[in-house]
């Protein structure tokens, strides 16, 4: 079965400098990577995805992530953080074996406080 | 830009009774899903639906819980006699096709059990 860890509770930075969330997974197939993001009072909001080709892919807000097979990790990266991203950021990982309509399998969530 | 939508955004029950989370996904996705999260833990799934029937279930999904898509908007999460465990923030998400679609969700309902 399909697993997410986000290894850090909370993740803290200063307003301009870069951040990274990190996230591992595991799965029988290949991965199809999600992030997603969630402010107060607000439901999961869609930062980007990978699914195949190229391992940088860009999304919204000036977000990217990674995608490391060998490491098994895609980690989300920003170059220049805003106090506005402070956010509760979750991970998500669906198994290419299973069916497109499968369910998500989330990590626990890292939150991020963007520091002024 | 289209959105799910989900009532009432805080509902407080008694321990035993019935509640209903209702859930408006966007218009032309034919997949849906029912996930909750309870308080600092992880989120998980509990059902998705396709052509008005269950596609999966979690083991959470068990026979106190039901959906229900009852016209052509509403997606519904019944919840037949609350228990303190149940109280969460659940979400219903949406999906347009299969594939390598992103799930859209709604806001959430954060139940209360007492």
């Known amino acids: 079965a399909q697993s997410v860890a986000q290894p850090e509770d909370q993740v803290n930075v200063a307003e301009g400098n870069p951040l990274t969330v990190k996230c591992t997974y595991s799965v029988s197939g290949n991965p199809y990577l999600f992030w997603y993001v969630q402010y107060p009072n607000r439901g999961l909001q869609f930062l980007l995805k990978y699914i195949t080709g190229d391992n940088l892919v860009k999304g919204s807000y000036g977000f990217e992530a990674e995608f490391n097979k060998s490491q098994t990790s895609f980690h989300l990266k920003k170059p220049s953080a805003l106090v506005s991203d402070s956010a509760l950021y979750f991970c998500?990982?669906?198994?290419?074996?299973?069916?497109?309509?499968?369910?998500?399998?989330f990590g626990k969530g890292t939150r991020l406080s963007v520091i002024a | 830009e289209p959105e799910v939508t989900q009532t009432p955004s805080h509902q407080v029950t008694q321990m035993g009774q019935e509640v209903i989370l209702r859930c408006v996904p966007i218009?032309?996705?034919?997949?849906f899903y029912w996930y909750r999260q309870i308080l600092g833990q992880k989120v998980e799934f509990l059902v998705s639906f396709y052509n008005n029937e269950i596609s999966e279930k979690s083991e959470i999904f068990d026979d106190q819980f039901s959906v229900e898509r009852p016209d052509g908007s509403n997606f519904t999460l019944k919840i037949r006699s609350t228990k303190l465990e149940d109280s969460a923030m659940y979400f219903c998400?949406?999906?347009?096709?299969?594939?390598?679609?992103?799930?859209?969700f709604g806001p959430g309902t954060r139940l209360t059990v007492l």
């Open positions: 998500a990982v669906r198994d290419s074996l299973d069916s497109g309509n499968t369910p998500l399998v």
């Open positions: 218009s032309n996705h034919l997949y």
């Open positions: 998400a949406s999906l347009r096709t299969s594939g390598y679609n992103e799930q859209f």
